[in-house]
């Protein structure tokens, strides 16, 4: 691929890209997180070759080269838990308790659908994404195989499943298992498939048996809601005897490699089950939306963390968080982490970078292959400008990071080694037409006067 | 002024503004927002002089004309406390309580603190503050003549307090006296100003009883930190009987025009001391840094609301906050509300408009000339772009204003009729000048081996 590389300034490179003079963020031997000031990354082939000085690069002439002084190279964000087709619903459905947002607006709207919808909606979220630095997400929806199109087609990398609730019988298990076959190692290995029930108050105990059986048998990931809230958790006791997580013990679900979206109604009892999972168990905390909601808790990060069990960072669906910034999830899981632990010290800008990097990448599967900017990982990785007023001056840089700067300073998102934003401009998306075009699908979309839902929220 | 303004179009009118073909935030008679569509909005002598159909100023020739197509018009939000020149300081002490955050890092780097620094400091916190579509903020700090000129330069308008402690005797006072008096009225009316007391656990009864004379003697406000949190309302209960907010009230603070900064530790007995003050008694709320420092609870704004007691928005200053960013504490308000309530449907994002627009205007003491965009009213508005895929579909206008958009989403940003930012460019600081500036002073300023404190945190 790179017939001209060898050492030595002057050389040719044509199939390198090398981004020169900026900081990197970088993880030490036990993966704490740390910078390299005055650096360069050398990316081969999609995959970073060199993290080394800046110095050890002038000179080189390589196929694509990006000045990155007064910026900041970070791994790409990974978004862990959204549904990236809700964009279309941003804003439908506001200031409303879980039950009604469901039943009264997301899921009869949701009865609308199309493939078209979803591409337009998929389309929207990967801009969006692609802007706030975010290079893979793991998205949970219907209407997938639109996405993985618009994932091969906008360059970004994704962990993909075919959501199924029990009301549909054994075909909706059957068509997210087909899709995860068909769609693994899409668009030049960058799509990553799992199995998707939706949670254990829609997917029955038979159905998750099988499903955990399928993934066992297929060696396929599954990525589920549960224990969203305290009150999933107590209906459950009172109606089963068991805690959602019980649920998923019982049904197998946690003998797998298995990503658990928002968690904030984990209880102590959870806690040992959950360990027991440890080495496959994920969760994935999107905290705006449990404020929106009102909910009495958050995700127990820090019981978690003790467990040894990886945290990533999550939007949720832009329907209830109202964006995709997963910038500010970060900025919030160590807001709200302090506050709820009543501990000013704890989730600190480097613990929070922690999350954002090698949490996040492990809790979608990708632990060793992305989350960090380091010699044989795929090169996925944002430019961070810290040249605005905002960002000035920097006395710690991961509290800059973290708590000053804004998905907004994101200038340059690459994946693969491909750069998908450059200065601010999308490269893969043309926003304004799908703006346009969804425009004219939403009367149709939104319209709920025929009274039909895909599903009831009844935990 | 504008002697060739008269009605009809293609008229010249050299002293006019014109923004048109945007959407304008506006109140309705009981102060309820909406919103104007295709409208215009006509500036003459920096106060707002019509607000109309986007077609009814087809064909004038105004002085300036802004074309805010795709962009909706709001009043320029408040920052009603902060400490600007603390931008300096942003990032400086991290993840601590705030005893150690005051004690071992704040102040004593504020012993060193040079008016130069100061200078510096307001400068580049102006530039963010512009650069997040803040028109005004209330600023309560030391050497503040530095910071009344840098408003001056800059174009902002600001309410402006010299702090001081009773560690420095009456002389402190007098000095806030001497600058209230010397600089009100300042900057072609843009500057008004108050007494400035730093807090009850700083100032004792006898200097509060003093400034509450001097207050009603001379017509002044007072600006002051009271009930930052429950610690200092529970130690102010067993050293001196009394709440920091009954504190208030004896010495008289209360008979004045006051606004009261955090107010996170206003307890159930307060509230009726606070309705009897009604009219005269404001808060200021700074969500982000009362969950940094893990606070137990955060300004009770809908006990407040019930008493019809206006609550502004706030950032505090950058040393705890970590930005300025106006438009975070907005969303935030509305987040940390619901939850501190458990009701999703309290404070929407209409009310969290309503605290950004009209109740920080009042809590500033500008009820009557900012805080609208209507006839009369000083002309301080921004123009926010909503054509980022962050911020598309518009389904909830206000929605996408409070939990979608961003600071980096406003273009521009015009105090009294003179546009400051221009499509995102500062058109009077010189951000790079400043950082450099600062960045040659910051070793001096952050020394801290002297062992000197300008005072002692013990609520």
């Known amino acids: 691929?790179?017939?001209?590389?060898?050492?030595?300034?002057?050389?040719?490179?044509?199939?390198?890209?090398?981004?020169?003079?900026?900081?990197?963020?970088?993880?030490?031997?036990?993966?704490?997180?740390?910078?390299?000031?005055?650096?360069?990354?050398?990316?081969?082939?999609?995959?970073?070759?060199?993290?080394?000085?800046?110095?050890?690069?002038?000179?080189?002439?390589?196929?694509?080269?990006?000045?990155?002084?007064?910026?900041?190279?970070?791994?790409?964000?990974?978004?862990?838990?959204?549904?990236?087709?809700?964009?279309?619903?941003?804003?439908?459905?506001?200031?409303?308790?879980?039950?009604?947002?469901?039943?009264?607006?997301?899921?009869?709207?949701?009865?609308?659908?199309?493939?078209?919808?979803?591409?337009?909606?998929?389309?929207?979220?990967?801009?969006?994404?692609?802007?706030?630095?975010?290079?893979?997400?793991?998205?949970?929806?219907?209407?997938?195989?639109?996405?993985?199109?618009?994932?091969?087609?906008?360059g970004m990398r994704a962990l993909l499943g075919e959501a199924f609730f029990s009301s549909q019988g054994p075909q909706g298990r059957e068509r997210s298992l087909e899709f995860a076959l068909r769609h693994h190692g899409g668009a030049g290995g960058r799509i990553t498939t799992c199995l998707a029930p939706h949670a254990p108050y829609t997917v029955d105990d038979g159905d998750l048996a099988a499903t955990a059986g399928l993934a066992r048998e297929h060696g396929l990931p599954v990525h589920l809601h549960a224990a969203e809230n305290r009150d999933q958790t107590e209906t459950s006791l009172a109606r089963h005897g068991v805690t959602p997580v019980e649920v998923l013990e019982r049904t197998g679900i946690l003998d797998t490699e298995v990503l658990i979206a928002h968690g904030t109604g984990i209880v102590e009892r959870d806690l040992p089950v959950l360990e027991r999972a440890g080495g496959r168990v994920a969760v994935a905390s999107a905290p705006r939306g449990y404020m929106k909601f009102a909910w009495p808790g958050t995700t127990p990060v820090r019981a978690l963390r003790e467990l040894g069990i990886p945290v990533g960072l999550a939007t949720d669906g832009a329907a209830s968080n109202n964006s995709l910034d997963v910038w500010e999830s970060m900025a919030l899981t160590s807001l709200v982490q302090k506050s709820a632990e009543g501990d000013p010290r704890w989730l600190t800008s480097r613990q929070a970078l922690h999350h954002a990097t090698l949490q996040s990448a492990e809790a979608v599967g990708l632990g060793d292959s992305i989350g960090s900017i380091a010699p044989g990982r795929r090169a996925d990785i944002v430019l961070v400008d810290l040249t605005g007023p905002h960002t000035q001056p920097v006395h710690d840089l991961a509290a800059t990071l973290v708590h000053s700067a804004r998905a907004s300073d994101v200038r340059t998102t690459i994946v693969d080694g491909r750069v998908l934003m450059r200065d601010r401009e999308l490269l893969t998306i043309d926003v304004p037409a799908v703006v346009r075009e969804l425009g004219e699908r939403l009367p149709a979309l939104v319209e709920r006067g025929h009274g039909r839902r895909i599903q009831d929220y009844d935990t």
Chains 1, 2 share one sequence.
């Not at 002084?69 to 990974?78: F, K």
């Not at 195989?145 to 994932?151: E, G, H, S």
Request: hydrophobic share 45%; aromatic share 6%; glycine share 10%.
């Open 1 to 154: 691929m790179t017939p001209t590389d060898v050492d030595g300034a002057g050389v040719q490179r044509p199939g390198e890209l090398v981004i020169s003079g900026c900081t990197v963020l970088v993880h030490d031997d036990q993966g704490a997180v740390g910078f390299e000031e005055d650096a360069a990354v050398v990316v081969r082939d999609g995959t970073v070759a060199e993290v080394t000085r800046a110095e050890a690069v002038a000179g080189r002439v390589a196929g694509e080269w990006i000045d990155g002084r007064g910026q900041v190279a970070l791994p790409g964000l990974i978004n862990c838990h959204t549904h990236a087709p809700m964009v279309a619903l941003r804003g439908l459905a506001e200031d409303l308790p879980i039950e009604e947002w469901f039943n009264d607006v997301v899921w009869p709207v949701e009865s609308n659908l199309s493939e078209k919808d979803v591409e337009l909606g998929a389309r929207l979220a990967c801009a969006e994404m692609i802007r706030g630095g975010v290079t893979c997400f793991a998205d949970h929806y219907f209407a997938m195989d639109a996405v993985a199109r618009v994932v091969a087609e906008c």
